[in-house]
């Protein structure tokens, strides 16, 4: 399937919607990068195979992020924050809000 989007650069919603969008597919990239990176048990091991739809360098690189304090630590305080929730979100992107004034409708 092919779309075609006529995008204007000077307009502020265009702008934004691209930078989103590019956002979402690093974010989900890396994320496919760490999960792939938590089945080995250590950084050497994980080194020695590289993801796929990285390059030597790329996964080098990765890995260093994943096995950084910083990276680190706020990887254990997100698991902490997400231990603490009483109520798992379901909805997708919508919120608790927006999926009570659905419901009401």
Known sequence: MQDHFDLDYTR?????????????????????????????????????????????????????????EAFMKRSEQNKKNRSKLTVNHAAGSRSFQRTRACMVS
């Open 12 to 68: 502020h919603e265009d702008v934004r919607t691209v930078v989103e969008t590019m956002m979402t597919a690093r974010r989900t990239h890396r994320n496919r990068m760490h999960a792939y990176f938590k089945k080995f048990p250590s950084k050497e091991a994980a080194l020695l195979k590289p993801h796929p739809d990285t390059t030597e360098e790329q996964w080098k690189e990765l890995c260093d992020l994943f096995t950084s």
